[in-house]
T-cell receptor
Framework: NAGVTQTPKFRILKIGQSMTLQCTQD?????MYWYRQDPGMGLKLIYY???????DKGEVPNGYNVSRSTTEDFPLRLELAAPSQTSVYFC?????????????FGEGSRLTVL | DAKTTQPPSMDCAEGRAANLPCNHS???????VYWYRQIHSQGPQYIIH???NNETNEMASLIITEDRKSSTLILPHATLRDTAVYYC?????????????FGQGTRLTINP
């Protein structure tokens, strides 16, 4: 199993550009999440999904959109990028009804908006 | 979800036990204590969780006080690879999405 895979690992955007961060998992997990981490800070939840076709906002959803057309994929769309969106983005997944409630994280996507 | 308080940084000698404290004085009866760590800039990694009994796995031990207002994560024989930021999180263990709230954690440095 590859686990949770994120692409790209690094990206530089200009203000106002748009892009999609890709996330895919091969563990057949129902739940998927997007977090962002600013320098020296903890992670903040952007959006999450409890299954294909179902998404919901987290703590900091403004400026982002998500979709969940399949169990495996949970892309994060940034519209009109702003310097405040410079951050490291982590995708995670968890199993429904799992005993530990453990989240499995990807390696992160580092985004810089100039 | 209950708020947690952790020291911002700690040091420990290689080979010694690393004891990381966490205060969660407002924890409620249905909330579990979770520990994750983040090595350098990698994604966080689950370590252990517990409700009220002490727990142990291959990575660490979790000691929760009887009143559940604080806990300690113990890495019994710390190695250089244990240098990381450690996050203590409390939340209800309910079915559904695990919307964890990460604070700033404790930056643990293992010294040779």
């Amino acid at each position: 199993n590859a686990g949770v895979t994120q692409t790209p690992k690094f990206r530089i955007l200009k203000i106002g550009q748009s892009m999609t961060l890709q996330c895919t998992q091969d563990m057949n997990h129902n739940y998927m999440y997007w977090y962002r981490q600013d320098p020296g800070m903890g992670l903040k939840l952007i959006y999450y999904s409890v299954g294909a076709g179902i998404t919901d906002k987290g703590e900091v959803p403004n400026g982002y959109n998500v979709s969940r057309s399949t169990t495996e994929d949970f892309p994060l769309r940034l519209e009109l990028a702003a310097p405040s969106q410079t951050s490291v983005y982590f995708c995670a997944s968890s199993i429904a009804g799992g005993n530990t409630g453990e989240l499995f994280f990807g390696e992160g996507s580092r985004l810089t908006v100039l | 979800d209950a708020k947690t308080t952790q020291p911002p940084s700690m040091d420990c000698a290689e080979g010694r036990a690393a004891n990381l404290p966490c205060n969660h004085s407002t924890i409620s009866g249905n909330e579990y204590v979770y520990w994750y760590r983040q090595i350098h800039s990698q994604g966080p990694q689950y370590i252990i969780h517990g409700l009220k009994n002490n727990e142990t796995n291959e990575m660490a031990s979790l000691i929760i006080t009887e009143d559940r207002k604080s806990s300690t994560l113990i890495l019994p024989h710390a190695t250089l690879r244990d240098t990381a930021v450690y996050y203590c999180i409390v939340r209800p263990r309910i079915q559904g999405a695990q919307k964890l709230v990460f604070g700033q954690g404790t930056r643990l440095t293992i010294n040779p």
